[in-house]
């Protein structure tokens, strides 16, 4: 199995929709039409806020992508920002778009606490990490996560954080030596349905 890694490219971009879209299991609770529009959503809120990126790339298709951020003086480009604003317009010409997007709205809002709960600044984060699931467990995240590793070492930075839950593998955060700074609970009531999740915030020091 060879996989190689490179920067993210437009091109990209279905084929990582589509791994976010399953790997946080939109489908679950939405419609076809909304999950794809979660995603994209999604997708283009984290690129939003990069300033780095590797697509894992295995027989020419992306099966994996990892984006972090140096805080300090970072501005987005027009193109992300653009896309973004498309994609949210777009999530909420339907009722159920609308309804669902106050999940992000509520996630926003816990991950806003959690990094005040922190009482701490950090000079980077790793905004996205995704892995396409039925490559998981050929080593593809512990690729892509040494790459970002490989470039804070490079930028002379020895510390990021990350957001994450319940409904992710957090567990490999611990196995790459991250430490649980923070979490809280929230309970959703999406289409009926309630769910309990734990919403965390990891540490690395280098």
């Known amino acids: 199995m060879q996989i190689t890694l490179r920067e993210y490219q437009k091109e990209d971009f279905q084929e990582l929709e589509n791994i976010i879209r399953e790997t946080w299991h939109y489908d679950e609770f939405s419609s076809s039409e909304t999950a794809a529009r979660l995603a994209r959503v999604f997708l283009n809120s984290c690129l939003t806020n990069h300033t780095?990126?590797?697509?894992?790339?295995?027989?020419?298709?992306p099966v994996g992508i990892?984006?972090?951020?140096?805080?300090?003086?970072?501005?987005?480009?027009l193109k992300y920002r653009a896309a973004q604003i498309q994609s949210i317009l777009s999530l909420?010409?339907?009722?159920?778009?609308?309804?669902?997007?106050?999940?992000?709205?509520?996630?926003?809002?816990?991950?806003?606490?959690?990094?005040?709960?922190?009482?701490?600044?950090?000079?980077?984060?790793l905004a996205l990490f995704a892995v396409d699931p039925s490559?998981?467990?050929?080593?593809?995240?512990?690729?892509?996560?040494?790459?970002?590793?490989?470039?804070l070492k490079e930028q002379k930075l020895d510390e990021f954080y990350l957001f994450t839950d319940t409904s992710c593998n957090y567990g490999f955060y611990e196995h790459q030596g991250m430490r649980r700074?923070?979490?809280?609970?929230?309970?959703?009531?999406?289409n009926g349905q309630t769910a309990k999740m734990s919403f965390f915030i990891y540490e690395y020091h280098c």
């Open 181 to 190: 700074r923070c979490e809280k609970e929230h309970i959703f009531n999406i």
């Open 135 to 151: 490559c998981r467990g050929k080593g593809i995240g512990k690729m892509l996560f040494q790459a970002v590793l490989d470039y």
């Open 66 to 77: 990892i984006l972090c951020k140096i805080i300090s003086g970072y501005k987005c480009p």
């Open 92 to 125: 909420y010409l339907s009722k159920e778009g609308r309804n669902v997007s106050k999940i992000f709205g509520n996630v926003n809002g816990i991950d806003k606490q959690l990094l005040t709960d922190a009482g701490k600044s950090y000079p980077a984060e």
């Open 52 to 61: 780095f990126s590797r697509v894992a790339v295995w027989n020419g298709k």
